[in-house]
């Protein structure tokens, strides 16, 4: 599976962003899709993640009630919709994919390539 995350940009405190991840393949019905992020001088940490059927969802606690992920599998894409946006939401955002949904990014194999999300106050 190759991925190919879009829809980073500048926005302002409070705004919202929706970020894409295009996937392709045939085989992307079948993946769990999750969204990491990293920020200068930090890990790279886990922000939500999707089910294969986008019936779960789940997300971290610092994004939690602010964020979304939704999939749409005919058209092999999945999205973050970012709303209320804080400074500290800034970051390289990384789509993945993976059999199975982890917080963990050791456990996902398929990576698309970041998008950079600025959030200014």
């Known amino acids: 599976v190759q991925l190919q995350a879009s829809g980073g940009g500048l926005v302002q405190a409070g705004g919202s962003l929706r970020l894409s991840c295009a996937a392709s393949?045939?085989?992307?019905?079948?993946?769990?899709m999750g969204w990491f992020r990293q920020a200068p001088g930090k890990e790279r940490e886990f922000v939500g993640a999707?089910?294969?059927?986008?019936?779960?969802?789940r997300f971290a606690d610092s994004v939690k009630g602010r964020f979304t992920i939704s999939r749409d599998n005919a058209k092999n894409t999945v999205y973050l919709q970012m709303n209320s946006l804080k400074p500290e939401d800034t970051a390289v955002y990384y789509c993945?994919?993976?059999?199975?949904?982890?917080?963990?990014?050791?456990?996902?194999?398929?990576w698309g390539q970041g998008t950079q999300v600025t959030v200014s106050s």
């Open positions: 393949g045939r085989t992307f019905s079948r993946y769990a």
């Open positions: 993945a994919a993976n059999s199975e949904s982890s917080a963990y990014s050791v456990a996902w194999n398929y």
């Open positions: 999707i089910s294969w059927s986008g019936i779960s969802t």
